[in-house]
């Protein structure tokens, strides 16, 4: 059992958890997912590091309530354990050789954009990380992401933080202004990277994108995450889960992710009304 010895509301639908796992901390790099399992009778769900201390033996996820999953999964207090939580899994952010990067993150993404953005940093290539969210009460790890970039955008679909527009905006007007990044690190909605990869496409700018397709084993057997990069299929859990940007095929990627959103939808609500159920009994 794995016990969860921090928790936080990052906002009203995305959670930190800070979970015991010695083993996991002690081998986390950037880039890398778990899967971890509530219950025993629990399915099995990817989250990517978005932190890890080897010396107090804990790694950090954060995950945004959208399915049955992460409805029980928010519903474990501190205190409490995961029946599993196995890692890490997939391969590192490559770092080395990156003088100049941006990472270019949207919402819940941006708990993954942020542990590559401090590895970068602490590598000591210059960082400019660019970040966007629908409104002001959506914003995660600002003050991280400050803490860890030379440059810091942060933009609003609607204007009530930041600059008001999208992600995109912003990393044309930087790169327009003369900025050169010898790479462009994108994580987020599918729609988000797929601009965000034909931006640097017009100007040359390599670029990789983080896959967080469906996915349940995690060591390529199931075949659930496969995606087409270049023509030819990948597995996003040992192939990934970053890829060149510029080769994945995001409307394959978007058409197989909207597949069980129905099923997602009605398994959330079946879960929120055990819940429901359960407190009006109390």
């Not at 995961?82 to 391969?91: H, Q, S, Y």
């Not at 993150?105 to 990380?129: L, W």
């Not at 003050?143 to 044309?172: P, Q």
């Not at 084993?217 to 192939?239: H, I, N, W, Y």
């Amino acid at each position: 059992m794995f016990e969860i010895v921090r928790r936080a509301e990052l906002n009203p639908t995305v959670t930190l958890l800070e979970v015991a796992a010695p083993l996991v901390a002690k081998k986390a790099r950037p880039g890398q997912f778990i899967i971890l399992r509530v219950d025993a009778a629990g399915e099995r769900i990817p989250l990517t590091i978005a932190d890890s201390d080897p010396e107090k033996g804990t790694v950090t996820v954060i995950f945004q309530i959208v399915g049955a999953t992460t409805e029980k999964l928010n519903h474990v207090p501190a205190g409490g354990c995961l029946a599993d939580f196995v890692g890490p899994l997939g391969r590192a952010t490559e770092i080395g050789g990156v003088k100049k990067v941006a990472v270019v993150g949207g919402g819940v993404g941006c708990a993954i954009a942020y542990p590559v953005a401090k590895a970068f940093f602490e590598a000591g290539a210059e960082v400019h990380a660019v970040v966007g969210f629908r409104s002001k009460d959506l914003i995660i790890l600002e003050n991280e992401f400050r803490a860890h970039a030379h440059k810091f955008v942060l933009m609003t679909d609607d204007g009530s933080a930041g600059e008001k527009g999208l992600v995109t905006d912003a990393l044309r007007r930087l790169i327009e202004a003369g900025e050169r990044y010898d790479r462009v690190v994108t994580i987020g909605p599918l729609i988000m990277m797929k601009f965000v990869s034909a931006v640097t496409k017009e100007y040359g700018i390599p670029t990789v994108a983080s896959m967080n397709p469906v996915m349940i084993d995690g060591t390529g057997m199931c075949g659930g995450c496969r995606l087409t990069v270049g023509g030819e299929t990948k597995f996003a859990c040992v192939d990934g889960p970053e890829f060149d940007a510029h080769l994945i095929d995001f409307d394959e990627a978007m058409e197989r992710g909207a597949m069980y959103r129905d099923f997602e939808r009605a398994a959330h609500e079946a879960t929120c009304n055990l819940y429901r159920m359960g407190e009006s009994k109390q």
